[in-house]
Structures are given as C-alpha cells and as structure tokens.
C-alpha cells in the first residue's frame, strides 16, 4: 500500500522500497543488506527520495509516511472499538521522560484517571 503511494508520488519502485524500509525503522545498513546493496547505494537513493518527495530528512520522510503504514490504521481502528466508558491512557516513564506517542495504551473499563501518569499515590497501594 505505501509502496504504491510512493511509486505515485513520482518514486521509482526501488526509492519506494528503501523509503518503506526507513519507515519501518531499519538503519541504512539494514536497508543495504536486506536489499543486496551497499549503505552508499542506500544513501544515494535516500538522497533522491528526499529531493522527490521534498522532505529534508529521514525524520521527516518517516512523518510523511506513518499515515500511510498498516498499523497506523490497525491503531486507529483499536481506538474506535474501545467499549463506552473506558479509558485509555498512554503510557509515560518515571522523571517526566515522556515515550513517543503510540505507544502502549491500557484500558480500563469504568476505571478514573489515576493523575496523568504521574505516580501511583492515588491508587490506595
């Protein structure tokens, strides 16, 4: 599916596949190996994706295609089948080091909020 997005976009269909790969969160060696090339090939091709799909960076490139990633829509589609009255909270490490968002989500039928993720004081341990 992003493939073919990419390949739209103006993408040549070995651009859209290292640029599926880098979405995926594979390393420019990662992408080499999987795709029998060498990291210098990888970069060169990156270097194109950029310039046609007119982001600046792999973060970006990253950003522009999450949307268009299977299990964004899986995400999505979890969400909207919560059942009423659930909460669902995100998960956030300890010293206000906060995860990147999509992260874990625990639900909790007819469960209150427990103070934003910032202890467990008001559970009564």
Not at 7 to 28: C, D, F, M, T, Y
Not at 74 to 103: D, I
Request: charged share 20%.
């Amino acid at each position: 599916m992003l493939r073919d997005i990419l390949i739209q976009k103006g993408l040549s269909n070995r651009e859209a596949e290292v640029a599926e790969l880098v979405s995926k969160g594979l390393s420019n060696k990662e992408v080499a190996n999987q795709l029998f090339v060498t990291e210098k090939t990888v970069k060169f091709h990156l270097t194109n994706i950029y310039k046609k799909m007119n982001v600046k960076s792999r973060a970006q490139l990253i950003v522009w295609c999450l949307p268009h990633l299977g299990f964004v829509e899986s995400e999505a589609r979890q969400e909207a089948a919560q059942p009423a009255g659930a909460t669902a909270y995100n998960t956030q490490a300890a010293g206000g080091n906060t995860m990147p968002a999509g992260n874990t989500t625990i639900t909790l039928p007819g469960v209150g909020n427990f103070g934003g993720g910032r202890g467990n004081s008001d559970i009564g341990v």
